[in-house]
């Protein structure tokens, strides 16, 4: 079969390659995928580029995390699984999956039914960033009638939060571009301000929750107070964690997203309730995996990126 490979540390021009690879047999607990689309992700150009694992996140040679396709069979134990089933995963994350490639083994506790309401390229583009951003709503414990700050609303796993945060029943709150409000608006924002507007900033009051998705930003100084929880997806100087308590904040957590199969079948009924949506910035074939990496580089994408593997799955 057809896989992306890595050949080492550097840019993606130099290091990818389409290599021809055995398809792989479907273990105990496991199901064997025939991979429709794959979400490409920040960390997916990160660890590429160092070609190094980064804490738990394993690297391999052989990428991809995310994926949605058609079981293709299934090893012992697999659950209820069957050839043939739609179905969509974040494989494995932290540890390295193999999932850029025309067949990918998934553990069955990964899986969930894809929403009959997505693409495949859609379901594809989602997992690790919604369920990142699920995991970050759980744990700053959002709940209906809050409100909730999401620092970059436009990007994966900001406009996927905007949108559970919304089917939570919180008020939210999202920056963005001036360019990207309509859409931030139609994913259910209920105030949207440009991060680059300081008056505007400063003029947010205090939320009950702060999500941060973008390196090295604070939330403006009269949102945090008395208990506001944050939590980042992204590093913080501990001077910037200091600085937050000062304001009143609960100490910040980092979350790290961890696969989770049955939190995807609550996504995937959001889905088909209606609730939640994946815009895709850019979907490129598995030939174009180069042009991919080097969109998600730029650190402007909207929504998801989606590789496809296969646009028949
Ligand atoms: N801890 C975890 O488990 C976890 C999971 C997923 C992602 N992450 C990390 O979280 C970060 C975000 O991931 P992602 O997939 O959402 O990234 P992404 O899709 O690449 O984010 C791009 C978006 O960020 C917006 N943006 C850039 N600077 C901004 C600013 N100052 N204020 C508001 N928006 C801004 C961009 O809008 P403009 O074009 O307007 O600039 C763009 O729409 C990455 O560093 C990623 O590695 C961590």
Known sequence: MRSAKYSGPGSAAEVISISEVEIPVA??????????????NPVDVKIRAAATDFGPIRYTDHPGWDVAGVVSDVGDDAGEWAPGDRVFALAAFPDAAHTLAEYAVVRARDLAAAPASWSIAQAGAAPLAALTAWQALDVAEVRSGQRVLVL????GVGHLAVQLAKARGAEVIAT??????ELLRSWGADTVIDYRDEAALAGIERVDAVLITVDDTLPPRGAVADGTAVVTIT???DAQRAQLAGWGADPVTRILVAANGAQL???AALADAGELTVHLDAEY???DLVAAHERVETGRVTGKVAVIVDADV
Not at 176 to 181: H, I, L
Request: aromatic share 0%.
């Open 27 to 40: 273990g105990p607990g496991e199901v064997l995928v025939k991979v429709g689309a794959v979400g490409l």
């Open 152 to 155: 970059g609303g436009a990007g």
């Open 176 to 181: 963005a571009r001036p360019g990207k409000q």
């Open 235 to 237: 590093g913080l100087a």
């Open 265 to 267: 079948t609550e996504i």
């Open 285 to 287: 074939g598995l030939d």
